[in-house]
């Protein structure tokens, strides 16, 4: 399908120089009455890095910027504004009647629109379910301990493909939920297949991400500080505004980062629970460079997605600028 | 009595996380193959789960490519963390830069990215793109355990064992070593999760030839599920289960991550 597919063999020399180089620059060292730099350790690191990492990207953004003919072209980004760019190119060219069949079409703006919308009511929900849970797990009054922290990571450890394929056994119609309505003389529901579907297995698959990092802030803070604002005639819903939900700011805004991210570009919980009929950016992208075969747009996709969790990352550091907040990896 | 509501609470999340691995457990000693009528205790889907050809394969892909991914991470990450950490400021910021670009990365990009590398280089995706894919997304992570403990090391102590006459390789393993093993265990046992969960890079990075458990899943989910995957999850939620103990005994006994 493309033309310009493989390595020029000027990028093997180049690759076969710089291996040579680090090589010789090596041995060098060694020979050195010194001894090797310490620094010189991430030096295999830092070539893997270069090859599997950063001439990847380099890769993406080629493929963004070109036709399949290599030729430098902005058509891709044209094409996510407007996904019948290339047809509605040809209607043009063929005069004014043909001006009517222009339409613009809106899959790939309506996706990217559908899935921050989805992933920003996943985060809302994550947020309003996990914080109270963060709060209650380090209430120390309550005498929990580290077991039910325990608890709360276990679920996550097990394969999220998997805990997405369980809901499906709870869900579909002749699931669990619609047997225990149908014993209960209910009406079955339709429960797959829909926005709300989806939005359960994201909440479900990203819930321990916003709740461990709110526990990780809410933990290191010092108690002394709540006694001291009871004792100075707070309130407790005062002593909560003024002094712990400040305080937790870092954890919430890692939380906020770890679910929503994740969400945006998540492609299997649609496929498994939206049934196709539900199309997330994940999806799309997964979409154009597999079932099309279309390298071109689908860089350019991934390259806007690349930017937009870029900027909003920035965004969100600004807001923790000391990164106190990544509690948990 | 007091604290009933906050713990009733705690409690219903836990049964909204629970539920439906307890539901998908449960299904695995069904004897019908129904997934919603109850008929009977049984082991019948484990005994076919072990003779499932294509499932036996997957494991063993996930496992083997676990395995060397978890400890090829591991040297790689240990020694470009003593590397950095020896750099000076600026390189040290460019080289830390490059270590947490993958991890913000969303994984489908990854997966993409490293999928056109493969195909730009005429390299036919596989087992061995899947672990290069592996290793790849792992190290950083290794990095970011084995670093708190260098930082937290005494920074002159391998200049004295080289002042000392040892040879650098000496140093390393006899000096820093020792000082930073929890955390290269920890970064270890991280990669070796981390890569055993992954789908959506394998996904990209492998051909339907070379399946591993999350992809494999991920096709016959889309068909309808047996219950021996049912078996299959049972059997790995449980080995996670006793390989999370062993990491928490250790992380309460050393710091946390």
């Known amino acids: ?329 | 009595m007091k604290h009933i509501g906050k713990k009733a609470y705690l409690g219903l999340i836990l049964l909204f996380l629970y539920t439906p691995i307890v539901v998908l457990i449960m299904q695995s000693f069904n004897a019908g193959k129904s997934r919603a009528k109850w008929e009977g205790f049984s082991f019948r889907w484990y005994t076919a789960l072990f003779q499932d050809q294509a499932i036996m394969k997957a494991l063993y892909v996930t496992l083997t490519v676990a395995v060397i991914a978890a400890i090829a991470a591991t040297v790689l990450g240990t020694l470009a963390a003593i590397g950095i950490q020896a750099m000076r400021k600026r390189p040290q910021a460019v080289m830390m830069t490059m270590t947490n670009l993958p991890m913000t990365m969303p994984d489908i990009v990854t997966g993409i990215s490293l999928m056109i590398l493969f195909t730009f280089t005429k390299i036919e995706r596989g087992y061995m793109t899947m672990l290069l894919a592996h290793i790849t997304f792992n190290t950083p992570y290794v990095i970011l355990s084995v670093m708190p403990k260098l930082k937290q090391m005494n920074k002159f102590t391998y200049e004295a064992a080289l002042d000392l006459g040892a040879s650098p390789s000496y140093a390393l393993l006899h000096v820093i070593l020792p000082e930073i093993t929890p955390g290269v265990v920890t970064g270890c046992l991280l990669a070796f999760t981390l890569s055993l969960d992954d789908f959506v890079i394998s996904y990209f990075t492998t051909s339907p030839m070379v399946q591993n458990l999350s992809t494999l899943i991920y096709s016959k989910a889309r068909i309808g599920i047996e219950p021996t995957l049912n078996a299959l999850s049972a059997l790995m939620f449980l080995s996670l289960l006793i390989l999370l103990l062993i990491v928490n005994r250790r992380a309460g006994k050393t710091t946390r991550l």
């Open chain 1, 1 to 329: 399908m493309n033309q310009n597919l493989y390595l020029p063999p000027w990028v093997l020399w180049l690759f076969g120089v710089l291996f040579v180089g680090f090589v010789a620059y090596g041995i060098v060292s060694v020979r050195r009455s010194n001894g090797i730099k310490r620094s010189f350790f991430a030096s295999p690191y830092t070539v893997w890095m270069v090859l599997f990492t950063l001439l990847p990207c380099v890769l993406i953004a080629y493929y963004a910027f070109t036709d399949p003919t290599g030729a430098f072209t902005l058509d891709n980004f044209r094409n996510f504004w407007d996904s019948n760019y290339s047809v509605n190119k040809i209607y043009e060219q063929m005069g004014p009647d043909y001006a009517v069949l222009v339409q613009r079409g809106t899959v790939n703006i309506g996706t990217l629109v559908y899935s921050l919308w989805m992933a920003l009511l996943c985060t809302v929900i994550c947020l309003a379910i996990g914080y109270p849970t963060a709060y209650f797990m380090a209430d120390r009054q309550l005498k929990l301990g580290s077991t039910l922290v325990v608890l709360f990571v276990i679920p996550m450890w097990m394969n999220f493909l998997l805990r997405t394929v369980a809901w499906m056994t709870l869900l579909e119609d002749q699931g669990l939920i619609n047997t225990l309505l149908k014993a209960l003389g209910l009406p079955a529901a339709q429960l797959m297949y829909n926005n709300g579907a989806v939005l359960l297995g994201m909440v479900y698959n990203f819930l321990p991400f916003m709740i461990f990092p709110i526990y990780t802030a809410l933990t290191k803070m010092d108690n002394n500080l709540l006694e001291a604002a009871q004792d100075l005639g707070a309130n407790r819903l005062n002593t909560f505004w003024r002094v712990t939900a400040p305080l937790s700011v870092p954890g919430v805004i890692s939380g906020i980062t770890m679910v929503f991210m994740p969400s945006v570009t998540t492609f299997f919980i649609p496929r498994i629970l939206g049934g196709g009929n539900t199309m997330m950016f994940g999806d799309l992208i997964e979409n154009r460079f597999l079932t099309e075969g279309n390298w071109n747009v689908g860089s350019a996709l991934s390259l806007i997605m690349m930017v937009l969790i870029l900027i909003s990352l920035s965004i969100l550091r600004k807001a923790d600028p000391e990164g106190e907040g990544s509690g948990i990896v």
